[in-house]
């Protein structure tokens, strides 16, 4: 049973685009909520993430937007980059373990 | 130096065989997970261990099994691989005072002929 949904599985954007990735979770009990990024030949890394008692959060060029009552949160990337191509995870906690969405890849054209 | 490290990197092995992939950390953390990764469906968890004398299950652990020999080092082991095991598998940690971050090693890609 898949706990995280993410949309889309593939994104291209422009260079100074604004790619929007979608996570859905069924689970109330999750208690925080990070995204991932991952390039070619290295493990996942903690790009930003929050805790439901947040909107918003915002890092750099990075916001999490999140909607307790829908479920839902989203990655927006402000001023995309061709540094940005990478593949995206969003993840859900609880009890010390982590579900995470599908995956994004997301490629940024010069 | 790497905080997480994962050998081998790269494995092609044939169905039927054994095979311990390996798991080292310096960071000193208590909490250590084995995940795969597939192509569209994302990390899932194997298997994942809170401390030396505890290790648990996680969504996807049929076919695998684990040793937490110490603290730093947690090992995945194929007792007879199948080649819907090919897969790219993550070892990670986490720490009791982190912020939840999860720390993931470099992957070891597996094949399965």
């Known amino acids: 049973q898949q706990q995280v949904k993410q949309s889309p599985q593939s994104l291209i954007v422009q260079k100074g685009g604004i790619p929007i990735i979608n996570c859905a979770y069924e689970?109330?009990?999750?208690?925080?909520f990070p995204w991932y990024q991952q390039f070619p030949g290295k493990g996942p890394a903690l790009l930003i993430a929050i805790r439901p008692d947040v909107s918003e959060k915002k890092e750099g060029r990075f916001t999490i937007s999140f909607n307790k009552s829908a479920k839902q949160f989203s990655l927006h990337i402000m001023d995309s980059q061709p540094g940005d191509s990478a593949t995206y995870f969003c993840?859900?906690?609880?009890?010390?373990?982590?579900?995470f969405g599908q995956g994004t890849t997301l490629q940024v054209k010069p | 130096d790497a905080d997480v490290t994962q050998t081998p990197r790269n494995r092609i092995t044939k169905t039927g065989k054994r095979i311990m992939l390996e798991c080292s950390q310096t960071k000193g953390h208590d909490r250590m997970y084995w995940y795969r990764q597939d192509p569209g469906l994302g990390l899932r968890l194997i298997y994942y261990?809170?401390?030396?004398?505890?290790?648990n299950k996680g969504e996807i652990s049929d076919g695998y099994s684990v040793s937490r020999q110490a603290q730093a080092k947690f090992s995945l082991s194929l007792e007879s691989a199948i080649p819907n095991q090919t897969a790219l598998y993550f070892c990670a940690t986490l720490g009791w005072d982190s912020t939840d971050t999860q720390y993931f090693g470099p992957g070891t890609r597996l094949t399965v002929l």
């Open positions: 261990s809170f401390d030396v004398k505890d290790i």
């Open positions: 993840a859900a906690h609880h009890t010390g373990k982590l579900i």
């Open positions: 689970n109330t009990a999750f208690d925080y």
